[in-house]
T-cell receptor
Framework: DTGVSQDPRHKITKRGQNVTFRCDPISEHNRLYWYRQTLGQGPEFLTY????????KSRLLSDRFSAERPKGSFSTLEIQRTEQGDSAMYLCASSADRGKSPLHFGNGTRLTVT | GNSVTQMEGPVTLSEEAFLTINCTYT??????LFWYVQYPGEGLQLLLKATKADDKGSNKGFEATYRKETTSFHLEKGSVQVSDSAVYFCALSDLTGGSYIPTFGRGTSLIVHP
């Protein structure tokens, strides 16, 4: 169990640019989640994968955000035409496919949009 | 919908003091409840959990009891240490539209002074 890893740890980009983040979950975990966290707030749900299928997306998620999980292993989260309001910590988590299993989080990718 | 409400922080205590962090929830189903902890510079990690009413989760001297009648899951520790300084997140996991989507509170910062 090497844990959930996210890359990069930090990303600074100019407004209007596209960015892509990667998440490698714990290998035997079928479930993968993306959350966003801003200062002083808890993690806010963005999207959820069961294997390669994207089963849930937050209604608050802009259509500039897209996520994939090809082959049900790693996942990518892309933000197109970034805005300053996108600046946040993006968290990836995975869990076992057993009922209400706890999440295992990565250390996150901190995005700063200038 | 599901929601979690935590007491606002920061909570500032002296070493060996008693800790309580309040958490209440609203859920449409019968959720499992969790406390996660985030130490400075690290990702969220599971601290303890409870899956049904009157269950007590415990770990590292922390405890929380699932109280269905008051929809609460308060975190307690009898004697805190400086190393307990962190942000604590209360969370629930419930079946939403066929998927388990954990919902988090906004977090409570704990600062313990020697």
């Amino acid at each position: 169990d090497t844990g959930v890893s996210q890359d990069p740890r930090h990303k600074i980009t100019k407004r209007g640019q596209n960015v892509t983040f990667r998440c490698d979950p714990i290998s035997e975990h079928n479930r993968l989640y993306w959350y966003r966290q801003t200062l002083g707030q808890g993690p806010e749900f963005l999207t959820y994968f069961q294997n390669e299928a994207q089963l849930e997306k937050s209604r608050l998620l802009s259509d500039r955000f897209s996520a994939e999980r090809p082959k049900g292993s790693f996942s990518t989260l892309e933000i197109q035409r970034t805005e300053q309001g996108d600046s946040a910590m993006y968290l990836c988590a995975s869990s076992a496919d057993r009922g209400k299993s706890p999440l295992h989080f990565g250390n996150g990718t901190r995005l700063t949009v200038t | 919908g599901n929601s979690v409400t935590q007491m606002e922080g920061p909570v500032t205590l002296s070493e060996e003091a008693f800790l309580t962090i309040n958490c209440t929830y609203t859920a449409t189903g019968y959720p499992s409840l969790f406390w996660y902890v985030q130490y400075p510079g690290e990702g969220l990690q599971l601290l303890l959990k409870a899956t049904k009413a009157d269950d007590k989760g415990s770990n590292k001297g922390f405890e929380a009891t699932y109280r269905k009648e008051t929809t609460s899951f308060h975190l307690e520790k009898g004697s805190v240490q400086v190393s307990d300084s962190a942000v604590y997140f209360c969370a629930l996991s419930d079946l939403t539209g066929g998927s388990y989507i954990p919902t988090f509170g906004r977090g409570t910062s704990l600062i313990v002074h020697p």
